[in-house]
């Protein structure tokens, strides 16, 4: 496992924009593929965008597609998310997952997780 740390968030008004990042502690994390998951009150988590542990595949949700673009620097241990043309439908807690493709993607799930960073869209 690692440990992820989320920066970044904060309030913006609709149409604005925000980049998220993911600080990753622990010598493996190149090895992971890492998502960006958001959690709204009363509704479902929900995986936002993914990316390959090289970064060669990525994957986002139809309702983010072409607003928001993930990125990461092995280097840096860092991944990021940013967010353009933000409405206020994308508030949520976003949270950074580390785990295999298979569970990020399609399980929805993950070994390690972020404490999450609050994301609010003013309209």
């Known amino acids: 496992q690692v440990q992820l740390v989320e920066s970044g968030g904060g309030l913006v008004q609709a149409g604005g924009s925000l980049r998220l990042s993911c600080a990753a502690s622990?010598?493996?994390?190149?090895?992971?593929?890492t998502g960006w998951f958001r959690q709204a009150p009363g509704k479902e988590r929900e995986v936002v965008a993914a990316?390959?542990?090289?970064?060669?595949?990525?994957y986002y949700a139809d309702s983010v597609k072409g607003r928001f673009t993930i990125s990461r620097d092995n280097a840096k241990n860092t991944v990021y998310l940013k967010m353009n043309s933000l409405k206020p439908d994308d508030t949520a807690v976003y949270y950074c997952a580390a785990d295999t493709w298979t569970r990020l993607v399609v399980i929805l799930a993950a070994g390690s997780w972020g404490q999450g960073t609050q994301v609010t869209v003013s309209s």
């Open positions: 622990g010598r493996t994390f190149s090895s992971y593929a």
């Open positions: 990316i390959s542990w090289s970064g060669g595949n990525t």
